[in-house]
């Protein structure tokens, strides 16, 4: 995609959904930590299934701590890994508080320490908690990267680095919950829906899928 297209192309979105937001449900920054950790390998629709359960139970460090490892797999065990993303959860909330006062932590560094913890859920974090222009690379955005020629990458990081340099300063801070929702809804991986996509005329993707 030309600097042009690309400009044209957040542009087009931006004035589709000026305020995008996540569609997890939160209410604190400990609550997304929470809730991005859980979403591995699971969608968001399943993951606010399982958080309006915990929440209201457990919603700070201290708390899920108190559940224990039985509580809280049972309060998350509709969503994928829920076995493994409670162990790594409980020690999460263990180093919250013995090296961050409870607190989650602003910076990437301290963030990629905490169990179950990746870059992409840092990223997330980073932008959405504390509006950093980040960059989160789900399976939609690395789609996206690829297939519209906006970001071509081997690997997620490559993307992220990719979009970063390429989409316009004005737009950095809201374009990874465009390009989310654009894949989650438009871009779809099996068949993306073309005739309804209003930035389609800006898009490299050559196999464009017709109107059904």
């Known amino acids: 995609m030309t600097p042009n297209a ?10 589709a959904n000026p305020m995008p937001v996540s569609e997890l449900e939160y209410c604190s920054v400990f609550e997304l930590l929470v809730a991005v950790l859980l979403s591995a390998q699971a969608t ?4 606010n ?7 209201p139970l457990a919603n700070t460090p201290r708390k899920i701590l108190a559940l224990g490892q039985a509580r809280l797999e049972d309060s998350i065990k509709t969503i994928g890994l829920f076995r493994a993303k409670a162990k790594h959860l409980l020690q999460t909330c263990q180093m919250l508080i013995d090296q961050h006062d409870g607190q989650v932590p602003r910076s990437r560094e ?3 320490t905490l169990p179950g913890v990746g870059r992409k859920t840092a990223n997330v974090v980073l932008n959405v908690a504390f509006g950093e222009a980040t960059m989160a690379v789900d399976t939609h955005v690395f789609r996206l990267g690829n297939r519209t020629g906006l970001a071509p990458g081997k690997t997620p990081y490559e993307v992220e680095t990719g979009l970063l340099q390429r989409v316009p300063r004005a737009y950095l801070n809201d374009a990874h919950h465009w390009l989310i929702l654009h894949g989650r809804y438009i871009c779809q991986a099996r068949k993306p829906l073309c005739w309804q996509c209003g930035v389609s005329a800006y898009c490299d993707f050559k196999d464009k899928t017709p109107r059904p």
């Open 6 to 15: 690309i400009e044209c192309f957040f542009a087009t979105l931006k004035a």
């Open 44 to 47: 968001d629709v399943s993951v």
């Open 49 to 55: 299934k399982a958080t309006r359960r915990l929440f």
């Open 110 to 112: 301290a963030l990629e």
